[in-house]
């Protein structure tokens, strides 16, 4: 099948001159535009990062005949373009984009191409949070109960595209699907066969207009599914999703599945002891994965074995490092309030030192600060919402503040001095927790860059 595939795309796009907008860091553009090149097509990647910050990216395209237009967009590039590729984070409203929509070239989105194309089945699972884990959770129970499985979507590193190449009518792909990632499916009104919704927070708010628009994006996972498709929803939507069957969100347009109905998990759902992954919505992925097992008729016990000895995904609640009594522990993909605040509940029975702070989504803040109280200081980070927050941290919790910093090296120094004279003996442990609850942009490329920062200081410390 994935010859014939190959085939029918070459037919279709080689010779045609293909834009890839928006390169990146994370490996996906690099796969759009490798794939693209290897069909034929005449690429050209443009970005408004500069050749200095794309090095990496770059490099991995080497011996390509592939032309990079980098550290601002020409309209022109968008304009004599048979097509265009979008990365996820680059906005439908670009002016760019809206000109070349204007003028009628087709524009793809690498997810929403992939399961278009796609000849076996796909998992989708989205969700503000916890869409990872789930992802490599359900990966895991097909993985090893003998599917022919691929993963794929957002997670750093990887190319989904590339998985076209081999797939087949018995494949399966489990894909972490981000809301930008679905505006692509609603282009196409599409919908994977088994969709995920895992929970639903305020989130992205620098980047959509308001909640709404953020759950528009969000609901393609389920809007286009047809009658013989399956969806899994956290308990807490069941409101959302009637509203949105309600049309509330639809925008008056008739849906495709209308009396599908989800099937809904909660934490009580897995009413076992996970043995590495801590918290209760960690518990509430756990019980997601175990419905999609009970789906696709996994052994039961097998499947909760699965799950349970699953070791956690890097930068989640990871442990990196351990000095005495005091223990490092990694969360950067903690970017916004609501997630720090799931990070402080998950080590309520420890002593907790704070990483907080970067730049702001102009995500609700308050109840994350009311939080606080849990933990016993807290070392800032320097971005604009550090300065949002500061004033009312100051008069809450002036005697736990440490910072802010704009060098992570001095912060974790600092915070590790912090805790040395906290833990005086050998009977107390404290944690040393970086959950920083906003972007990482202020200091860092991205979430992933300011993860491996931290590790790299912590390891020379330790």
């Given at each position: 099948m994935s010859s014939q595939l190959i085939k029918k795309l070459k037919n279709k796009y080689s010779g045609k001159k293909?834009?890839?907008?928006?390169?990146?860091?994370?490996?996906?553009?690099?796969?759009?535009?490798?794939?693209?090149?290897?069909?034929?097509?005449?690429?050209?990647?443009?970005?408004?990062?500069?050749?200095?910050?794309?090095?990496?990216?770059?490099?991995?395209?080497?011996?390509?005949?592939?032309?990079?237009?980098?550290?601002?967009?020409?309209?022109?590039?968008?304009?004599?373009?048979?097509?265009?590729?979008?990365?996820?984070s680059v906005p439908w409203t670009s002016g760019p984009v809206v000109q070349a929509q204007k003028k009628g070239i087709p524009i793809e989105m690498e997810m929403s191409f992939v399961v278009e194309n796609y000849p076996g089945k796909?998992?989708?699972?989205?969700?503000?949070?916890?869409?990872?884990?789930?992802?490599?959770?359900?990966?895991?129970?097909?993985?090893?109960?003998?599917?022919?499985?691929?993963?794929?979507?957002?997670?750093?590193?990887?190319?989904?595209?590339?998985?076209?190449?081999?797939?087949?009518?018995?494949?399966?792909?489990?894909?972490?699907?981000?809301?930008?990632?679905?505006?692509?499916?609603?282009?196409?009104?599409?919908?994977?066969?088994?969709?995920?919704?895992?929970?639903?927070?305020?989130?992205?708010?620098?980047?959509?207009?308001?909640?709404?628009?953020?759950?528009?994006?969000?609901?393609?996972?389920?809007?286009?599914?047809?009658?013989?498709?399956?969806?899994?929803?956290?308990?807490?939507?069941?409101?959302?999703?009637?509203?949105?069957?309600?049309?509330?969100?639809?925008?008056?347009?008739?849906?495709?599945?209308?009396?599908?109905?989800?099937?809904?998990?909660?934490?009580?759902?897995?009413?076992?002891?996970?043995?590495?992954?801590?918290?209760?919505?960690?518990?509430?992925?756990?019980?997601?994965?175990?419905?999609?097992?009970?789906?696709?008729?996994?052994?039961?016990?097998?499947?909760?074995?699965?799950?349970?000895?699953?070791?956690?995904?890097?930068?989640r609640l990871q442990t990196v490092g351990k000095k005495g009594n005091i223990i490092f522990i990694n969360d950067t993909t903690s970017t916004t309030p609501i997630a720090t605040i799931k990070a402080i509940d998950s080590l309520k029975d420890k002593k907790i030192i704070l990483f907080l702070g970067g730049n702001s989504k102009n995500l609700p803040s308050e109840q994350l600060i009311n939080q606080l109280y849990k933990v016993e200081k807290i070392v800032l980070l320097a971005g604009s919402f550090t300065d949002e927050i500061l004033p009312v941290l100051k008069e809450k919790y002036s005697d736990k503040l440490v910072g802010p910093f704009n060098n992570l090296e001095e912060a974790v120094k600092e915070a590790y001095k912090v805790a040395q004279a906290l833990v005086p003996t050998k009977s107390g442990e404290i944690d040393l927790l970086f959950s920083p609850g906003a972007t990482s942009f202020a200091m860092f490329n991205n979430e992933f860059h300011r993860g491996e920062e931290f590790n790299r200081i912590v390891e020379k410390l330790t």
């Open positions: 293909a834009l890839m907008v928006g390169l990146g860091l994370q490996g996906g553009g690099v796969g759009v535009a490798k794939f693209l090149a290897e069909l034929g097509a005449k690429v050209t990647v443009t970005d408004k990062k500069t050749e200095a910050q794309l090095f990496q990216s770059i490099n991995r395209l080497n011996g390509l005949s592939i032309e990079f237009h980098l550290g601002e967009h020409n309209i022109e590039d968008f304009l004599n373009s048979d097509f265009i590729f979008k990365g996820p796909v998992i989708g699972i989205t969700g503000t949070r916890g869409k990872s884990t789930t992802t490599q959770l359900i990966y895991n129970l097909l993985n090893e109960s003998g599917f022919k499985v691929t993963i794929g979507g957002g997670l750093p590193g990887i190319s989904t595209i590339e998985c076209l190449k081999e797939a087949d009518e018995n494949s399966w792909l489990v894909a972490e699907l981000s809301s930008w990632a679905l505006s692509g499916f609603h282009a196409k009104k599409i919908s994977p066969h088994i969709s995920v919704f895992t929970n639903f927070y305020p989130d992205h708010l620098n980047y959509y207009k308001n909640l709404e628009d953020y759950f528009y994006d969000k609901q393609a996972i389920f809007q286009y599914q047809k009658k013989e498709d399956i969806f899994i929803a956290n308990e807490s939507l069941k409101d959302l999703i009637r509203k949105a069957w309600d049309r509330k969100f639809f925008g008056g347009k008739q849906q495709t599945a209308k009396n599908l109905v989800p099937a809904l998990f909660s934490k009580n759902d897995f009413p076992y002891k996970l043995t590495y992954l801590k918290g209760d919505h960690n518990l509430e992925n756990a019980a997601a994965a175990l419905k999609v097992a009970e789906i696709l008729k996994i052994d039961k016990d097998k499947a909760v074995e699965i799950i349970k000895n699953f070791g956690g995904l890097p930068y």
